[in-house]
């Protein structure tokens, strides 16, 4: 299992700080947090008022099976 970030989901167009764009994304913040504060197998979940990128949603994936726990992120 291995994360690559998909750049095609920046729309910057700067060719080297795509991936620093990518790691920025609330989101992705938001399960870091999450993951920290909360107790072990608790359920995470995340409200968003946008539309979640490709490349998030695929980070969500490989998080929630590298931890085991259920990650619910909704637009």
């Known amino acids: 299992m291995g994360y690559i970030p998909d750049t095609d989901f920046v729309l910057h167009d700067v060719e080297e700080q795509k991936e620093q764009f990518l790691f920025q994304h609330s989101?992705?913040?938001?399960?870091?947090?999450?993951?920290i504060s909360t107790t072990p197998l608790k359920l995470?979940?995340?409200?968003?008022?946008?539309h979640v990128c490709g490349?998030?949603?695929t980070t969500m994936k490989y998080i929630s099976?590298?931890?085991?726990?259920?990650i619910v992120v909704r637009d």
């Open 27 to 35: 989101e992705k913040i938001a399960v870091a947090y999450g993951i």
């Open 44 to 50: 995470i979940r995340i409200f968003k008022n946008l």
């Open 65 to 70: 099976m590298a931890t085991g726990r259920e």
């Open 55 to 57: 490349d998030c949603h």
